[in-house]
């Protein structure tokens, strides 16, 4: 039996003010005015991996930062608005500028060494491999 | 965990007014971009978001109006943009990626399908010279002003 094969427990994300008040419906992402936000995210096997892809429209890989750190996996980055722009032209901006942050309990058997980051599209893809489904730990009995 | 009970209380208060001022800035700025995603099959309708935020921007300058759409994920042949004179449409089917199988998802947060937008926009433009980009995820579209009628005079009528 496969413990962390539960939706539920997979991937929590230990900073997810509100989003279960909207259920599947509304990201939180869209509730904050000058905080932090948060991209959407989809999370999916392939491979013996967990794949995150996480919406970053006009992001630069150099923008994003994607850490691990004792089993957190956080993705950060900011997006300065363009300068060539000036305020007053803007007419209509729902664009998000500044800070968002993503925050995800890494699974048992997912090691932050192998960790893979790219972005394409506008999309970032990270790729962690998981460890446990290919080679079962054996504990020893004393 | 447990914690004081004034604690509890100052952050419930300061969620609530959160949660308040985030619908304030929903209603006011974005309610707009919310935008439908009309799935291609009954599986891809349980395995994706239904609504999706196509957040644009639109600014105004002296000869141009140019619109900034996020659509992460596309393809430029999936992308549709139709200019008219007070608005640009923009329509187009965002797809899965062929690994997607919904045994192997474990989060859907992102939104899948057919879409479209009518921005509305500040000035009457024309389709002539309009130049349309897709790079990183967003969509630049610049479109000349069109200045091509003179103001029309209207006849004052009475008695």
């Known amino acids: 039996m496969n413990l962390i094969d539960k939706p539920s427990s997979v991937?929590?994300?230990?900073?997810?003010?509100?989003?279960?008040?909207?259920?599947?419906?509304?990201?939180?992402?869209?509730?904050?005015?000058n905080d932090i936000w948060m991209p959407a995210v989809d999370i999916k096997r392939e491979d013996g991996s967990y794949v995150i892809e996480m919406e970053a429209p006009g992001f630069?890989?150099?923008?994003?930062?994607?850490?691990?750190?004792?089993?957190?996996?956080?993705?950060?980055?900011?997006?300065?608005?363009?300068?060539?722009?000036?305020?007053?032209?803007?007419?209509?901006?729902?664009?998000?500028?500044?800070?968002?942050?993503?925050?995800?309990?890494?699974?048992?058997g997912c090691t932050s060494d192998d960790i893979e980051a790219q972005v394409k599209d506008g999309v970032l893809h990270v790729r962690i491999p998981d460890t446990q489904t290919s080679e079962p730990k054996k504990i020893a009995i004393s | 965990m447990s914690r004081p009970t004034t604690e509890q209380h100052s952050d419930s208060t300061r969620a609530w007014q959160w949660l308040m001022n985030g619908w304030h800035a929903l209603r006011d700025k974005a309610v707009s971009a919310l935008t439908y995603f009309s799935p291609a099959s009954e599986s891809d309708a349980t395995t994706s978001q239904r609504w999706g935020v196509l957040a644009t921007d639109v600014s105004e300058h002296k000869d141009s109006v140019s619109v900034e759409l996020e659509l992460p994920g596309m393809?430029?042949?999936?992308?549709?943009?139709?200019?008219?004179?007070?608005?640009?449409?923009?329509?187009?089917?965002?797809?899965?990626?062929?690994?997607?199988?919904?045994?192997?998802?474990?989060?859907?947060?992102?939104?899948?399908g057919k879409f479209q937008r009518v921005i509305p926009l500040p000035c009457k433009v024309t389709s002539a010279g309009t130049q349309a980009e897709y790079k990183k995820g967003v969509l630049s579209v610049t479109m000349p002003k069109d200045r091509s009628r003179s103001p029309r005079s209207i006849e004052v009528r009475g008695q």
């Open chain 1, 11 to 33: 991937f929590d994300e230990f900073y997810r003010p509100f989003g279960s008040l909207f259920g599947s419906g509304l990201p939180s992402r869209m509730l904050t005015e």
């Open chain 1, 60 to 108: 630069k890989p150099e923008d994003i930062d994607v850490e691990a750190h004792e089993n957190v996996l956080t993705i950060q980055g900011s997006r300065s608005s363009e300068t060539e722009k000036k305020e007053q032209d803007y007419v209509r901006r729902e664009r998000r500028t500044g800070q968002f942050v993503r925050r995800f309990n890494l699974p048992n």
């Open chain 2, 75 to 112: 393809k430029k042949t999936d992308l549709s943009v139709e200019v008219h004179e007070h608005s640009l449409l923009v329509s187009g089917e965002k797809r899965f990626s062929a690994t997607r199988n919904e045994g192997s998802l474990r989060v859907t947060e992102r939104a899948f």
